[in-house]
């Protein structure tokens, strides 16, 4: 990785280290997939990979833009409703915005790349999903309660979600989908089957962002262009 970079440019497929790319998982994501982006693996990197990734997908459309920054401006209407001050949230939630921002007034990749690699503010990104994820499962707490192995959906919340580092697990992906409006498409090469397992969030839906899930880290994913 280059050094101190928390979201690397994109590279061919074939950069996944060699014990990554052996078997016939490789040579199905190889004819699936063209490029990869490697992300850091510091507990965070689900949440930095897939904000990213959202954000790229729709760099050159001013309109999606907008539509981003109008649904995390309404996100502070979650936070109020699960009971967060707004000291909490305000400045990571103005921080992403201002990402946003950046990205109307300079449609390049690499404005992009640079933000996400000013740790403070690629930090204050995390740190404002990581809440909203929070935020969602609490307002839902009827529906997520039954996937959370913790006695108190509050108390799993400040544990598991809200403190950075800590790896996230399919309750939190699916909260910060629902929340965001965001189909994910996950790509595994975990377990023992030949083949590749593929998770679309919500099912159904046509995705926008595609992580591939490897050993607890995940990084993006860039689908071959279908003649």
Do not use: W
Request: net charge negative; proline share 3%; charged share 20%.
């Amino acid at each position: 990785m280059e050094v101190g970079s928390l979201v690397l440019s994109k590279e061919d497929i074939s950069s996944l280290s060699p014990e990554q790319t052996t078997g016939p998982k490789y040579k199905d994501l190889r004819s699936q997939f063209s490029s990869v982006r490697q992300i850091r693996g510091d507990g965070n990197c689900f949440y930095r990979a897939l904000f990213f990734a959202h954000l790229e997908s729709v760099l050159h459309n001013n309109r999606a833009l907008q539509r981003i920054k109008e649904t995390i401006i309404q996100t502070s209407v979650d936070f109020a409703s699960a009971g967060f001050d707004d000291s909490s949230f305000k400045q990571h939630l103005n921080t992403v915005v201002h990402v946003v921002e950046q990205c109307q007034a300079d449609v390049q990749e690499d404005q992009l790349l640079q933000l996400f690699n000013e740790q403070t503010t690629s930090d204050s990104v995390v740190q404002y999903l990581r809440l909203l994820t929070s935020a969602h499962l609490q307002n839902h707490a009827d529906f997520f309660c039954n996937f959370v192995e913790a006695p108190n959906l509050q108390v799993y919340c400040q544990q598991e979600v809200e403190a950075m580092a800590m790896e996230s697990d399919h309750v939190e992906i699916l909260a910060l989908s629902q929340a965001l409006d965001i189909c994910i498409h996950i790509v595994s090469m975990e377990g023992d089957e030949q083949q590749l397992a593929h998770h679309i969030i919500p099912e159904g839906a046509e995705p926008s962002v595609h992580l591939l899930y490897q050993t607890s880290h995940y990084n993006i994913l860039y689908p071959r262009l279908q003649h």
